[in-house]
């Protein structure tokens, strides 16, 4: 797994607990013939299994994943034949067979199942028709969608069914039977419009009849049938539609000069709708018209239109082909020879464009990435080639353009190179151009964020922190920043302020972070001890009774501090933290000598910090230290107050609070002594002191007593916590990079899994051994079979929860990548393909998936499906991530936007 996702699922060492209730019901994964998987759990109702079933593969075919809704509606058929869903899921399997071209399984399907189709049988009709019409056999979806009109009279695809048939009519070049089925005004195509006269099919059978009449060669009536058309009522594709086909009408009547005229029109309507495909269209058009006109050299500026960047690569050829053929024929063979010659240098590989060396730059220094990450962190990075070849890329589209749109970005890339090469002064310079050359946007966060880091690695705090502060101002509001690394960049920002002394900076984005970013799970061990303690309590309210009848009846008893202490404990316990401030704190005025003082000023401070008031707590604990620091509740004190700075993030004060713990030789040693050293270390990663945290751990696991079945778990949480300091570069060698990093904690990982393995740290461990072997495999590829094997017992587990099983099924998505990119053929597109089905058994389940993991996976499954030119099934994803995860969705909305303007480009 890569290091940044590591660095995100252990940034504060801790994972959440296993969610033992939380099982993976079912999912259909067939590869050949039926094979479930499936998470033990528990045992549901069958019909509650078959909605579940069926809305895992409807939502599959909605999200354009067909090739796997296809195998989950017929496991559904299989599992559940006389289900009253059985037919529907038949018809939607065929639909998703059709969207895959495979045609002759649709029509298989549905003639096969025609029979037990009951009140959906014409809408199997109708798609076997659609099946029949799409794999060119136009004679069967006639008589299809000519059966479906004779059998159902009433059915809602009339319209549609009539279309077809007079479409596939027209595909046999039986020009007047289709021109007869749309005209005929009793006929079922003119009776089903009458009913849907807005219905688009309407429009495009009025102008599928002019085609016909035009084929037919009746130009005027075809022209009449085109003028008929409210001009006004149409949408933009049929206003163009029918200018073009008037065009023609007047081209095929030897009306030239007409249709030139009607040319400029179609022009300019298609200018204005700003649509590239209709125009390169009409400039075809006009320049047809013109060569027609013998005006060869009007024709080649016509054409010269369509020789421009924003015309797509294949049209764009083609004018300059029609272009060269005009040279040629006018004995311009100069100039034919010099275009022929630029079309050569213009076409060979299609890679110098800046979008294109962009993106092979980009290509690399993720490559690069890939295989030198391991060093990132100790600033010594290797110059590999691929890095280099990342970075001579960059340069090159800056020199060939120095002013492109590109440039900014660029340059960004430009910087992270010089980063991971650890040339510090010349990242700077290549992140500072990027914040000055780019617009609002995620880039320039980015830019400003890696600016601020190379200023603080260089030394330069105070430009450092406003560039951190500037971050944070400009983007903490933009969801895809705020998500992605705006935390961070608070961290930095609190770190930087530290150092400078800035108060009153720190305090700020210690506030920020702590609304914005709540870390739950570091006030776990308090919200634990809360639930202990109230489990505990008796029965309160008795208690007070008798205890308030005892003050009245003996107030001058040697037993009344006792009996006032308790009474203020009984609201403790009860959780009403106000009345026992109030009760402990006229216990303190009234019993100052007594020697159970220490236990109620102890009890007030927790009461002060139960009650959310740690402002009161903080200076109560402190002076609880300081009066009586041999008291047996002092450890406690002393460990609150680590944890106090532990979540406040001041990691500095929170290590050395818990060094004082365990290194007290006043304090008897205790469980908790070993927990203070644990998290001494926690706190030592956290501020990113690799080795000093390593070193916490080695000592606590060396002075851990032998067999101690009490300590068990605190031993296994440190062997795990090991493992990740290694990660970090705990013991890092730089001449074994990746050994002395992810061997070693290898090492301390299989330790845990072989001598603890009931322990929930090693199910961790199994997850943390994939993506060691996934970080060496750079070195022995080999070693990606190894991380596919450590992930899968991952997601068999059953202690795994929701967020275990999620992180191991992103990993292994993206293990099977990694293979599939060492193999060829149909091995490749299998292991490809069961990429995208990890991601997308995440995104796509019956349980509610972990956030962060949610994220990450659908823009994975996204990624893969625009890798493939699957338009709609990315935008079908990015929706669905938007619907799940409100604040991506403005970041969603632009990467639909992008899907969808490629889709546009590729259909032309």
């Not at 004190?637 to 290194?663: C, I, M, N, P, T």
């Not at 599939?820 to 490809?832: D, I, M, V």
Request: hydrophobic share 40%; net charge neutral.
């Amino acid at each position: 797994m890569p290091i940044h996702l590591i660095k995100r699922a252990t940034a504060d060492m801790s994972l959440p607990p296993p969610n033992w209730g939380t099982f993976l019901l079912c999912a259909f994964m067939l590869c050949s013939g039926l094979r479930s998987y499936a998470q033990p759990g528990p045992t549901l109702p069958a019909d509650t299994l078959e909605t579940s079933a069926f809305g895992v593969a409807v939502r599959s075919f909605q999200d354009g994943i067909y090739d796997r809704a296809e195998r989950e509606l017929e496991a559904f058929v299989h599992l559940y034949p006389g289900s009253g869903r059985a037919s529907e899921a038949i018809l939607l399997q065929a639909q998703a067979l059709i969207k895959q071209q495979k045609l002759l399984g649709s029509v298989s399907l549905l003639n096969t199942n025609l029979g037990r189709a009951g009140t959906l049988a014409d809408q199997y009709l109708f798609w076997l028709g659609e099946s029949y019409r799409l794999s060119t056999n136009y004679d069967s979806a006639a008589e299809t969608f000519a059966r479906l009109i004779r059998e159902y009279p009433n059915s809602v695809r009339l319209l549609e069914s009539s279309y077809g048939e007079a479409q596939a009519r027209f595909k046999l070049k039986d020009y007047g039977k289709a021109a007869e089925l749309l005209q005929s005004p009793n006929g079922v195509f003119r009776t089903a419009v009458r009913k849907r006269a807005n219905d688009e099919l309407a429009t495009r059978g009025e102008l599928l009849l002019a085609e016909a009449l035009y084929e037919k060669g009746d130009y005027a009536v075809a022209e009449q049938q085109l003028l008929a058309l409210p001009e006004k009522d149409l949408l933009p594709e049929f206003k163009w539609w029918r200018l073009y086909h008037l065009c023609q009408v007047q081209m095929a009547s030897r009306r030239l000069e007409e249709a030139l005229k009607q040319s400029t029109n179609l022009l300019a309507f298609a200018t204005a709708a700003g649509k590239r495909t209709v125009q390169t269209e009409s400039i075809f058009l006009q320049g047809k018209i013109l060569e027609l006109l013998d005006r060869p050299e009007d024709a080649a500026k016509a054409y010269a239109l369509n020789d421009a960047d924003s015309v797509p690569p294949e049209a764009r050829k083609k004018a300059v082909m029609k272009s060269i053929e005009l040279s040629l024929t006018q004995q311009r063979l100069g100039d034919a020879s010099k275009k022929m010659e630029g079309f050569l240098k213009q076409y060979p590989e299609d890679n110098s464009s800046d979008g294109v060396l962009l993106a092979l730059g980009e290509l690399r220094l993720r490559q690069a990435i890939s295989g030198a990450e391991s060093n990132i962190t100790n600033n010594l990075v290797s110059s590999t080639n691929l890095l280099q070849q990342a970075l001579a890329t960059f340069d090159q589209l800056l020199k060939n353009n120095s002013k492109s749109p590109q440039a900014g970005k660029a340059q960004l890339e430009r910087g992270w190179c010089l980063w991971l090469d650890g040339k510090i002064p010349e990242c700077i310079a290549a992140f500072k151009v990027a914040t000055e050359q780019l617009s609002f946007s995620v880039d320039l966060a980015e830019a400003r964020f890696k600016l601020g880091d190379g200023l603080f690695r260089q030394g330069d705090l105070t430009n450092a922190l406003a560039t951190y502060q500037q971050v944070v101002k400009d983007f903490g509001s933009v969801p895809r920043v705020k998500n992605h690394f705006l935390d961070q960049a608070l961290y930095q920002m609190l770190r930087t302020a530290i150092d400078l002394n800035d108060l009153s900076a720190a305090s700020a984005a210690l506030k920020t972070l702590l609304e914005d970013y709540p870390e739950s799970s570091l006030s776990g061990s308090s919200t634990l001890l809360l639930g202990q303690k109230l489990a505990r309590a008796g029965q309160p309210s008795q208690a007070r009774g008798l205890l308030s009848e005892f003050t009245k009846k003996f107030p001058d008893s040697e037993l009344r501090p006792q009996a006032e202490l308790a009474f203020a404990r009984s609201y403790f316990q009860e959780g009403q933290w106000q009345p026992a401030i109030e009760r402990y704190s006229d216990w303190v005025s009234q019993f100052t000598n007594s020697a159970l003082r220490p236990q109620a000023e102890a009890d007030r401070a927790w009461a002060y910090f139960r009650s959310g008031d740690e402002t009161n707590a903080l200076p109560l604990f402190t002076n609880f230290l300081a009066r009586f620091p041999t008291n047996e509740l002092a450890p406690q004190a002393k460990y609150w107050l680590g944890d106090y700075y532990f979540r406040h993030g001041d990691f500095v004060s929170a290590e050395r609070q818990y060094q004082d713990f365990f290194q007290n030789p006043n304090w008897p040693v205790t469980p908790l002594t070993y927990q203070a050293r644990m998290m001494a270390a926690r706190a030592a990663f956290a501020r990113e002191a690799y080795r000093d945290a390593g070193k916490y751990l080695q000592e606590l696991i060396n002075i851990l007593p032998p067999d101690s079945k009490g300590l068990i778990e605190i031993e296994a949480e440190a062997s795990f916590r090991l493992g990740d300091a290694f990660t970090q570069g705990f013991l890092y060698d730089p001449v074994k990079p990746l050994d002395s990093r992810f061997g070693e904690a290898l090492n301390a990982f299989s330790h845990v899994k072989d001598k603890f393995p009931a322990s929930r740290w090693a199910l961790l461990a199994w997850g943390r051994i994939g993506d060691c072997h996934f970080q060496l495999a750079v070195q022995d590829p080999a070693r990606y079979e190894q991380a596919r094997a450590a992930y899968e017992i991952v997601l068999k587990s059953p202690l795994a929860d929701v967020t275990v099983r999620n992180r191991a099924e992103y990993a292994l998505g993206m293990v099977l990548e990694k293979l599939a990119q060492s193999r060829e053929g149909p091995e490749a597109t299998s292991l490809y393909k069961s990429a995208f089905e990890r991601y997308y058994n995440i995104v796509n389940s019956v349980e509610a998936a972990d956030p962060f993991w949610l994220k990450e996976a659908g823009l994975a499954a996204a990624r893969m499906k625009e890798e493939q030119k699957e338009w709609e099934s990315a935008i079908n994803i990015y929706n669905r991530l938007s619907t799940l995860l409100p604040p991506l969705r403005p970041a969603m909305e632009k990467k639909m936007d992008k899907a969808r303007e490629q889709m546009r480009v590729e259909k032309g």
